[in-house]
């Protein structure tokens, strides 16, 4: 009908000449909406057991004070029941403050001559001295003096109330006081290689969390199931999964006009139209059959294999890494770079806002007291948003679950596999849109329309 009409455009004067041309318009009823749809998107959140960590340092400096001490000296004879020397039994000063300070010969037993001169020709038992810091009780020292005694302490005062907590634990301690080394402390010099220190603790603090209000409050998403994050038993932390509708773009409304009627010449004609809801099927299968064909290995001998792609982000955290799907593109890749993500997650997120990737499962990559502190989603990405849409939908048909997430390497379909799968029983609406567009047709009752207006102008320049 259109090649007729667009003839009969050319060259309106070979089909009309002489002849009276009207008609009349029919009715127009708008269609209802397409089932195609803008699809959906995972969103996750997390509950459960959060550790908030904090840091708390304290000062110890080093006190030193200087006390002047009277400081005894004994003799004492090591020898036990052989001792003849008149000096008491080192055993007696045991339980003393006292330590030795040196060895002397006992009282000459025998003196001779030689020269003149007087020597010890045999000389007493052999002694040993004592300094003790209190008098021993019973025992007379043969000298008492005045000591100067310097004491350097740790001054802990302001570290006791971290050092008290069972959930703070010691992290470092470094020397911040080294110069001068050497100090005046009332009128004496005193040297030591460090006079203060800083100490840093850690302190851990658990609190129940959820970060799920967000999504909760939006009333479009559908809860889906809760994982444990760990293995803990019992588990400290989860991740609930929800199912999202992503936003859909606004479309002009489309319409079916039946009855239009046309006539030339006195000959009418009634145009009767319906619209074809099997286009969108056929072009689905087309190019289903058409990908797997482009995406065939021939070394492993699969269609539609993927590639692994993951993110990571904090649980209860600022740091989220993973945006992609219901997430706006360009401003989600400003924010990625400015948290500092890595390329492959900026890449992951490009290609989720684009419906290539399918969501396979969330692991926890850190852990603290069996608490999940930092989480990696691990997604399959693939070359088209059919693939991933068969790869979601097929997997489900055969049963083929996805892999525990650490292990996924989102493999392909076997031959066998793909020959298994029914595509009459899956949804394609999420792609429909995208086939439509890449194949505008020309409406029918514009283009005839048009025509008939270029006929009547033609006939009113010529004054027929």
């Not at 803008?38 to 006390?67: E, F, H, M």
């Not at 991740?239 to 006539?263: A, H, K, M, W």
Request: charged share 25%.
């Amino acid at each position: 009908v259109i090649a007729r009409s667009l003839a009969i455009n050319e060259t309106p004067l070979d089909y009309t000449s002489g002849m009276a041309i009207s008609g009349s318009q029919g009715s127009c009823v708008p269609l209802p909406p397409g089932s195609g749809s803008a699809g959906t998107y995972t969103a996750t959140c997390n509950t459960g057991t959060r550790i908030d960590q904090s840091v708390g340092q304290c000062k110890v400096p080093l006190v030193a004070k200087v006390s002047q001490q009277p400081q005894y000296h004994y003799l004492c004879s090591p020898l036990g029941s052989f001792n003849l020397s008149g000096e008491p039994d080192c055993e007696e000063f045991s339980g003393a403050l006292c330590r030795v300070t040196g060895h002397r010969d006992g009282p000459c037993l025998q003196w001779g001559w030689s020269g003149g001169r007087k020597w010890c020709t045999e000389p007493g038992d052999p002694l040993t001295e004592l300094t003790c810091d209190e008098q021993v009780a019973g025992q007379t020292p043969y000298r008492i003096a005045t000591a100067t005694t310097v004491t350097t302490t740790p001054d802990e005062i302001q570290c006791t109330g971290l050092a008290g907590k069972s959930d703070c634990t010691l992290d470092a301690e470094i020397c911040t006081d080294t110069d001068p080394q050497t100090r005046v402390i009332d009128g004496v010099s005193v040297t030591r290689p460090c006079w203060e220190w800083q100490r840093s603790y850690t302190c851990i603090a658990r609190e129940a969390a959820t970060d799920c209000s967000d999504i909760e409050s939006q009333g479009t998403c559908r809860f889906v199931r809760e994982e444990c994050l760990t293995d803990e038993t019992p588990c400290e932390t989860w991740e609930r999964i929800y199912e999202c509708p992503l936003p859909g773009n606004d479309s002009s409304t489309q319409f079916v006009c039946d009855g239009d009627v046309y006539c030339i010449d006195g000959s009418c004609e009634t145009i009767e139209r319906t619209a074809n809801d099997e286009f969108k099927d056929a072009v689905t299968a087309l190019h289903a059959m058409d990908e797997a064909r482009g995406q065939f290995d021939p070394e492993t001998l699969t269609l539609f294999r993927g590639t692994r792609n993951s993110c990571s982000s904090k649980v209860f955290g600022v740091l989220n890494c993973c945006k992609g799907k219901g997430f706006p593109l360009i401003p989600g890749i400003s924010l990625l770079v400015a948290l500092g993500c890595n390329r492959e997650e900026v890449l992951l997120h490009e290609r989720d806002a684009q419906g290539l990737c399918a969501y396979v499962g969330t692991y926890c990559s850190d852990k603290f007291l069996g608490v999940c502190l930092t989480k990696k989603k691990v997604y399959c990405c693939f070359e088209s948003k059919l693939s991933r849409i068969l790869q979601e939908q097929g997997r489900r048909q055969l049963p083929k679950p996805w892999d525990k997430p650490k292990e996924e390497q989102c493999e392909g379909f076997t031959l066998d596999e793909f020959a298994r799968l029914d595509l009459s029983q899956m949804d394609f609406s999420e792609v429909y849109a995208e086939f439509t567009e890449a194949a505008r047709l020309p409406d029918e009752l514009e283009t005839s329309i048009l025509i008939q207006q270029k006929i009547e102008d033609y006939y009113a320049r010529s004054g027929q």
